[in-house]
């Protein structure tokens, strides 16, 4: 029997899985396997080659689908984000250090069993870093990515060591062994900001004040940010992640001088993105009612992030700084999610 190549995105009903799907299936050059534990989104659905509903943790389903289909990349987006993650660590460590290495392993397999590189794209996290208390965070400024390793979460003590993971089993897997075979699997990793969508509204993270109080404003809902109005850390819009993500896949192997990459695009505090939404929804309600365990968690991570090495090595460059995320890609959108017509109108309800 014949396997079809495919991309296998895990997590795919995500905000992260939903722009990528719809990029992927865009540029025609990919057949996807979509992997959640939730049914896939009726939106995304018809642009896979199959929607599998299941656990990364279930490795007979992980075992099929090696079977089934020819992996050619692997974009692993299952996790518990970091605020889910304080919940329940251990949940949240299974989920985001046993998936991935099951995934990794069967990555691995793949690749030898073939004889070629099973790409692996892996999002980790500014969360992968953690900075002891503010005025060392001012100071700090933009971190390169071996700096300030220190993870205060389990969410960021996951993905760090997941990083290390992909490195482990990219270069060194069974390294004892009489015989390596050729092949296994190639891991790339960016570590992404806060992200945000026009599309989707984010959960279980703690950067998700940003997009909630867009979204708040737009749907005419007063919005309580649980975090200062001076606190500031690295966001991207959608767009970039996704591009993002995309550059280091379809980058030369012999381009990259790491697995692990920074990306970045703006910076804004909570109070200057609210006054941002205000001219945007005039009448919106924001308030500052910081919530202390969620504010410490920011409060670790950095301000910026020097993201040098990925526009060096595949070209990273956002295309959306503050201004042009809100002008051209939050407000429009959003507006026309919530059925705004006119500038300036604050809309109810969805
Ligand atoms: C979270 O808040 O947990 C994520 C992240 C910064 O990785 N959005």
């Not at 990029?23 to 599998?52: F, N, Q, W």
């Not at 099973?118 to 390169?144: C, H, M, N, W």
């Not at 089993?169 to 945000?196: E, K, T, W």
């Not at 505090?269 to 308030?287: D, K, M």
Request: a negative charge; charged letters at 25%; proline letters at 6%.
């Amino acid at each position: 029997m014949s396997r079809k190549p495919v991309v296998l995105i895990t997590g795919a009903n995500g905000e992260v899985g939903h722009g990528l799907i719809h990029a992927l299936a865009d540029s025609g050059r990919y057949d996807i396997v979509a992997l959640d534990l939730r049914e896939l989104d009726s939106a995304i659905a018809p642009r896979c080659v199959d929607t599998v509903v299941g656990d990364i943790l279930d490795e007979n389903l992980l075992g099929r689908l090696a079977t089934e289909y020819e992996i050619s990349t692997i974009f692993h987006l299952a996790a518990l984000l970091s605020t889910r993650a304080e919940y329940n660590p251990e949940q949240a460590h299974r989920v985001n250090v046993e998936g991935t290495l099951s995934l990794l392993r069967m990555a691995v397999e793949e690749g030898r069993s073939r004889g070629t590189w099973v790409k692996f794209l892996f999002p980790s996290s500014i969360a992968a870093y953690g900075l002891p208390d503010l005025e060392t965070k001012r100071q700090a400024g933009r971190v390169a990515e071996h700096e300030w390793n220190t993870p205060t979460t389990m969410y960021g003590c996951n993905k760090l060591y997941c990083e290390s993971l992909g490195r482990y089993y990219s270069q060194h897997y069974r390294r004892l062994a009489p015989q390596s075979a050729p092949g296994g699997v190639d891991f790339r990793c960016v570590r992404f900001p806060g992200l945000i969508s026009a599309f989707t509204v984010p959960s279980g993270g703690t950067s998700d004040y940003l997009p909630e109080m867009i979204h708040a404003a737009a749907r005419g809902e007063a919005y309580p940010c649980f975090v200062r109005e001076d606190t500031r850390i690295t966001f991207m819009a959608m767009p970039d992640a996704i591009r993002a993500l995309l550059g280091l896949m379809e980058a030369p192997a012999d381009a990259l001088t790491s697995r692990v990459y920074n990306v970045g695009a703006f910076s804004p505090t909570a109070g200057e993105f609210a006054e941002h939404v205000q001219r945007a929804f005039p009448g919106a309600e924001i308030r500052f009612a910081p919530d202390a365990p969620r504010q410490g968690i920011v409060d670790s991570w950095p301000e910026d992030v020097d993201d040098g090495r990925a526009r060096h090595d595949w070209g990273h460059e956002p295309e959306y700084d503050l201004e042009r995320a809100l002008a051209e890609y939050l407000v429009p959108n959003i507006r026309k999610r919530y059925g705004c017509s006119k500038e300036g109108e604050v809309c109810m309800g969805e």
